[in-house]
């Protein structure tokens, strides 16, 4: 069954660094999405991106965050001067166009910020 | 924008028990809703979805049904086993490339 992977798994930073999470969506899905879950609480959409472009995000994806397709195959978050509230599991996904909207999540990077 | 919430947070049960879990959501626009699990440091792991168009769907010992004028939807577990035991999240969806709201999640643990 094909999978989303990230990298890496875990991620320690020192606040006020910035960090790149790295994600390699399914090969023939389009739509590519990040959340996060801060520990013990509900997932949280941040961004989604179709077409080179970002198509939606909340109101947690401020100018901190950033998102990139650098090549065929890889998708981005980066997260600029980090911060301690960003410690949290950020979750990749991906999706296929005009198939049962279904998400694949990635096994996610466990970001802690010190 | 689209607000989902679950109840309830936790739910114990027996072995072999049947377990619910509600949603609701609040956009009429919805109109996919899956459910996930989520073991302890795991990825959400889709195990049933349901769409608008539908108002019942079974997968063997699982089952969702939806309530599209009250904007509610079910999760129904029928016989639980202790590998049932998990974090349950519900969500709604607007279509490709759209936020999937999730619920606040319900702790299932079942003794046996």
């Known amino acids: 069954e094909p999978e989303v992977t990230q990298t890496p798994s875990h991620q320690v930073t020192q606040m006020g660094q910035e960090v790149i999470l790295r994600c390699v969506p399914i090969s023939n899905h389009l739509y590519f999405y990040w959340y996060r879950q801060i520990l013990g609480q509900k997932v949280e959409f941040l961004v989604s991106?179709?077409?080179?472009?970002?198509?939606?995000k909340s109101e947690i994806f401020d100018d901190q965050f950033s998102v990139e397709r650098p090549d065929g195959s890889n998708f981005t978050l980066k997260i600029r001067s980090t911060k301690l509230e960003d410690s949290a599991m950020y979750f990749c996904?991906?999706?296929?166009?005009?198939?049962?909207?279904?998400?694949?999540f990635g096994s996610g990077t466990r970001l802690t910020v010190v | 924008g689209e607000n989902v919430e679950q109840h309830p947070s936790t739910l114990s049960v027996q072995e072999g028990d049947s377990a619910v879990i509600k949603c609701t959501y609040s956009?009429?626009?919805?109109?996919?809703f899956p459910w996930y699990k989520q073991e302890l440091g795991k990825r959400p792991q889709l195990i049933i979805d349901?769409?608008?168009?539908?108002g019942e769907k079974k997968d063997q010992r699982i089952a969702v049904t939806l309530n599209k004028t009250a904007k509610h939807f079910s999760l129904h577990i029928t016989e639980t086993q202790p590998e049932d035991s998990a974090v349950y999240f519900c969500a709604a969806h607007q279509g490709a490339g759209t936020a999937l709201i999730f619920g606040k999640g319900t702790t299932l643990s079942v003794s046996s």
């Open positions: 349901i769409r608008s168009n539908v």
């Open positions: 991106f179709y077409n080179n472009e970002i198509s939606e």
């Open positions: 996904a991906s999706s296929a166009l005009g198939t049962a909207y279904g998400y694949t």
């Open positions: 956009d009429s626009a919805s109109n996919y």
